[in-house]
Every structure is written in structure tokens, then in C-alpha cells.
């Protein structure tokens, strides 16, 4: 099983970019989520889904869109990038609610 | 909102010895759940707990929720070079916005052998 699966693992982006981070994963999980991991912050949760055609705004959501057509993707769009969105993206998905999520291996955003 | 205070932050220790590190909350949870993440890696679950007083083992890993629903400790015993990474404690409330997880900031191992 491939899991969560998430594209690009790095990228580099200038001021003012746009770019979508890629999420998908095979396990049949309603619940995915985004977070962002910078040093010393622990994991903040940008935005969630519990299912295709629903998604809600979690602690981070400024500068950041998602959309679920499909249980399977979740994708992750940064609008126009700013330095401050500088981190470590992680996505996650688990059956609804659980607590017990699947992350990827993480994507690596730096904006210049 | 909602946060959890983990510590310590970080620990520097010798191979065999003992670890605990521990979250608490202003707030109660229904869930907490313990996470390593490896460097470079995402984070993988260790142990959840779902009980107020419950105390569950994983291996070497031992965690507990505590009983006022607030805290919650994780123990490594004899530890090894692998144990090396970061420990996230979360916390899950109750239904709709509350379902999601909240984080504390981890707790940074190592190990010297």
C-alpha cells in the first residue's frame, strides 16, 4: 500500500507564486487534513475534510485553499506565496475522527 | 484556542536509560495520542488512548491518559539509538471542529550510545 502520498517533496517558490501541493492516498479515509510544521511550533492544522465535497478551516488557513472532489485527493493551494509560508506541509488521513492519522513524508516549501 | 504544553522540550540521553515526557491541557480531550516522527519523515502513531486512567503498552512504550482528562505521560524504557527523533503528544475533543487533533510541540530525543 502506497499510503499518503505527497508531491512535490521540495520546492522553491518566489514572492507573489502560486502552487498546489498534491495529497492522495489509498487507504478509503474520509478525514484528510494539512498541516504546516515550522521549528518550535509543533503541527498546525491549516485546513480539514471529512469527506468528498466537504472542507472547513482549521487553526492556520490564511493564504492557503483546499477542495476534496474525491476521497482520494485532497490537494493544497498556496495562492500567492509569501515568505512567512516557508515550512514543512504535511498531509494526513485517518477514518473520520479517529485521532489516528496517516502522514506523508511531507513536503519542503521555501519561499524566497 | 486550544493548546498543550509538552515537555521537556528536548532530552539528551544514554542508551538504557529510562525516558518520560509528558503534555498537559487547559482543556479536557476524549483521545490523546502519542506520535514519533523520524527526521525527514512524517510522524507515525505510537499509542492511543481513549480512557480516563487508561495505561497502555507498546513494546518499550508505555503511555497513560490521566484521570482529570488533562494529561497524559509517555515512558520509554531502555533506550536504544532508534528512540532518536521527535515526540508529539495530540489531544482529540469532541465531535465537529473539536475532532480534530491538536498538538503539543514535541520533545526532541537523543541518545548517545
Known amino acids: 500500500n502506497a499510503g499518503v502520498t505527497q508531491t512535490p517533496k521540495f520546492q522553491v517558490l518566489k514572492t507573489g507564486q502560486s502552487m498546489t501541493l498534491q495529497c492522495a492516498q489509498d487507504?478509503?479515509?474520509?478525514?484528510m487534513s494539512w498541516y504546516r510544521q515550522d521549528p518550535g511550533m509543533g503541527l498546525r492544522l491549516i485546513h480539514y475534510?471529512?469527506?468528498?465535497?466537504?472542507?472547513d478551516q482549521g487553526e492556520v488557513p490564511n493564504g492557503y485553499n483546499v477542495s476534496r472532489s474525491t476521497t482520494e485527493d485532497f490537494p493544497l493551494r498556496l495562492l500567492s506565496a509569501a515568505p512567512s509560508q516557508t515550512s514543512v506541509y504535511f498531509c494526513?488521513?485517518?477514518?473520520?475522527?479517529?485521532?489516528?492519522?496517516?502522514f506523508g513524508e511531507g513536503s519542503r516549501l521555501t519561499v524566497l | 484556542g486550544q493548546q498543550l504544553n509538552q515537555s521537556p522540550q528536548s532530552m539528551f540521553i544514554q542508551e538504557g536509560e529510562d525516558v518520560s515526557m509528558n503534555c498537559t491541557s487547559s482543556?479536557?480531550?476524549?483521545?490523546w495520542l502519542w506520535y514519533k516522527q523520524d527526521p525527514g519523515e512524517g510522524p507515525v502513531l505510537l499509542i492511543a488512548?481513549?480512557?480516563?486512567?487508561e495505561l497502555t503498552s507498546n513494546g518499550r512504550l508505555t503511555a497513560q491518559f490521566g484521570i482529570t482528562r488533562k494529561d497524559s505521560f509517555l515512558n520509554i524504557s531502555a533506550s536504544i539509538p532508534s528512540d532518536v527523533g521527535i515526540y508529539f503528544c495530540?489531544?482529540?475533543?469532541?465531535?465537529?471542529?473539536?475532532?480534530?487533533?491538536?498538538f503539543g510541540k514535541g520533545t526532541k530525543l537523543s541518545v548517545k550510545p
Open positions: 487507504m478509503n479515509h474520509e478525514y
Open positions: 495530540a489531544g482529540q475533543g469532541y465531535g465537529g471542529s473539536q475532532g480534530n487533533l491538536i
Open positions: 475534510s471529512v469527506g468528498a465535497g466537504i472542507t
Open positions: 494526513a488521513s485517518s477514518y473520520v475522527y479517529t485521532g489516528e492519522l496517516f
Open positions: 488512548l481513549y480512557k480516563a486512567g
Open positions: 482543556s479536557i480531550f476524549n483521545t
